[in-house]
């Protein structure tokens, strides 16, 4: 079974960088047809798909969330990251990584809540 865990700093400043690692246990983030996402949840509101990474290393884009996200993978660690840029409190969120893949498996990280405040 594919586990998930979400990691990084649970309290980010208005305007910086926040930065998540999902590391992935149970399975391999090159396997194919496995797709790897973040998503978030803000407090009150429903599911926000943030954008994905492929096994071949194919990248996916939230229109909404393009210009300020940046999703990346270290094979050799089995981890995939995520980076949002220029933060505000709207950003603040339980972020999840999540897998997808073609056959039908569908797993998920705990979350992390992160929170963003000066």
């Known amino acids: 079974q594919v586990q998930l865990q979400e990691s990084g700093p649970g309290l980010v400043k208005p305007s910086q960088t926040l930065s998540l690692t999902c590391t992935v246990s149970g399975g391999s983030i090159t396997t194919n047809y496995y797709y790897w996402s973040w998503i978030r949840q803000a407090p009150g509101k429903g599911l926000e798909w943030m954008g994905a990474i492929a096994y071949s290393g194919s990248l996916y884009d939230s229109p909404s969330l393009k210009s300020r996200t940046s999703i990346s993978r270290d094979t050799a660690k089995n981890q995939f990251t995520l980076q949002l840029s220029s933060v505000t409190p709207e950003d603040t969120a339980v972020y999840y990584c999540?897998?997808?893949?073609?056959?039908?498996?569908?797993?998920w990280g705990k979350g992390t809540l992160v929170t963003v405040s000066s």
């Open positions: 999540n897998v997808l893949s073609l056959g039908g498996m569908d797993y």
